[in-house]
């Protein structure tokens, strides 16, 4: 398995990083060349404007043979109201083929958006299942939602 996720304010690495801590396999976080702003308006307004111009920016982190891996969980913030555009970069480059996908994100109140079926259009022919939402201001508090999560999709026994 392989944990692939993007993150701006921390929230959605914390998420990434109790996951694996759960589960274990693979984690890599996606990075771009040009780092996002740390004002958080700043990186409101260039996500925004990279949606509006369908924008691919160029990621730096180095992506394994994802041939290696059956499952892989990406996890994101819901950008205006889908993931951010690096991962549009990553999957048109890197399709993920017939693989199965779990999607996880966090957010401050538009949930998945058309972030999911946006994964869908990037890789139609992975198997994706249920994702998994949260706030990113209680991600700290989420730790039994992830678990009663993993356990329906059978990667926690109990």
């Known amino acids: 398995m392989l944990i692939l996720y993007f993150s701006h304010s921390g929230n959605t690495r914390t998420l ?9 396999g693979d984690m890599l976080e996606l990075k771009t060349v040009s780092p996002y702003p740390s ?8 996500a925004q404007q990279e949606q509006r111009r369908n924008a691919r ?8 043979n994802l041939e ?10 819901n ?4 993931l951010p555009m690096p991962f549009f970069t990553l999957l048109e ?13 966090t957010h401050e109140g538009s949930r998945f ?33 992830v678990d009663a999560w993993l356990r329906r999709l059978g990667f926690l026994a109990g």
């Open 93 to 105: 480059r890197q399709p993920l083929g017939r693989k199965t996908i779990v999607p996880f994100c």
């Open 79 to 82: 950008w205006w109201g889908t």
């Open 57 to 64: 920016p160029d990621i730096s982190t180095g992506i394994p």
């Open 68 to 77: 290696a891996y059956d499952t892989v969980f990406i996890g994101y913030p």
């Open 16 to 24: 990434a990083e109790y996951i694996h801590s759960k589960i274990g």
């Open 113 to 145: 958006g058309r972030s999911e079926r946006d994964l869908q259009r990037l890789c139609p022919e992975a198997r994706m299942l249920e994702g998994f939402e949260v706030r990113g201001s209680r991600v700290g508090q989420a730790r039994a939602d």
């Open 39 to 46: 004002d958080y308006d700043a990186v409101v307004d260039q």
